[in-house]
């Protein structure tokens, strides 16, 4: 398990989607569940910190995966101590968030389906749909897990939801034509776990629809990649921008100036500046995501 402070919440607080994700379940006593498609079955997963000890308890078919690869879910391959904070706020943000560790998954359609939901729409929407499609053709979580847990459908199952059924989740033909592409080549999706994030993220974006802002999104998690940084967001450009330079304006490439001195960690350095909470007021009302990708 990982050296040092461990804060469940902010380590796989990342694969939660939404309150209500039916794969996800953060508990009162700090213990944290997760249901998944692994490459040996679907599995749940229990991870629970008391202490310096943490305790992993796993059941059906995907269980000793689950279990195997629980010091990388908790950031064991990760290593904070190689960053180097270079602004006052990021300094303070990683001081006060020391158990803040970089999941690795090593699963990518688990990732990459829940991101392409989230491409041109509000979280909201995006999670709503995530919900409903894995409540219903997802299956019932292995072992006593909280009610109404479920595992995300297999590769076939995504392949077979009928038109109506990705319409009344809220999902529009663009969206769900690129899920059905990655699940025509789910083994291939699921092959870049086992590359660079680098290669993995250009693995990804052969299919048409998967652009940097979506591979970036999976890599983060599947791979816990600390450097991949979120391209093509509506609101992360001045959400950096305002914490390191006072500019809430600031686009892409401003961002990408104001993180190269964190090269190999940018990642990392976005996703303390978030933590921060130091964020500018909105002007608008919220508006949707997008993937600058092939679309």
């Not at 300094?91 to 090593?106: F, I, N, S």
């Not at 974006?205 to 093509?232: F, K, L, N, Y």
């Not at 964190?262 to 990392?268: F, N, V």
Request: net charge positive; charged share 25%.
């Amino acid at each position: 398990m990982p050296d040092g402070p461990l804060d469940l919440g902010l380590v796989l607080g990342p694969l939660r989607r939404g309150p209500g994700d039916p794969t996800f379940r953060a508990m009162p006593d700090g213990s944290v569940w997760r249901a998944c498609r692994t490459p040996a079955g679907p599995g749940t997963l229990r991870v629970g910190v008391r202490g310096a000890e943490v305790r992993g308890e796993a059941w059906g078919p995907g269980a000793e995966w689950l279990l195997e690869q629980l010091p990388e879910l908790l950031g064991a391959a990760d290593d904070p101590s190689v960053f180097v904070p270079r602004h006052r706020l990021v300094a303070v943000t990683r001081h006060r968030r020391p158990g803040l560790r970089l999941t690795r998954t090593g699963l990518v359609l688990e990732s990459l389906i829940p991101s392409i939901l989230e491409q041109k729409v509000t979280a909201d929407e995006a999670y709503r749909a995530w919900r409903l499609l894995v409540r219903k053709f997802g299956e019932p979580a292995p072992g006593p897990a909280p009610g109404r847990m479920c595992v995300m459908p297999d590769a076939e199952t995504w392949r077979l939801i009928p038109s109506w059924e990705w319409h009344r989740a809220g999902v529009d033909n663009k969206r769900a034509s690129t899920i059905l592409r990655v699940v025509r080549v789910a083994a291939r999706m699921e092959e870049a776990a086992r590359m660079s994030p680098a290669e993995a993220q250009a693995r990804l974006e052969v299919v048409p629809g998967v652009g940097p802002w979506t591979s970036a999104e999976v890599v983060q998690r599947s791979h816990g990649a600390a450097d991949a940084v979120t391209v093509g967001d509506l609101h992360l450009p001045g959400i950096v921008g305002w914490a390191l330079a006072g500019d809430r304006d600031a686009d892409d490439s401003v961002m990408l100036e104001l993180l190269e001195p964190y090269a190999g960690q940018r990642h990392r350095a976005a996703r303390l500046i978030l933590l921060s909470g130091r964020v500018p007021a909105r002007r608008a009302p919220r508006m949707p995501r997008g993937d600058i990708g092939r679309l």
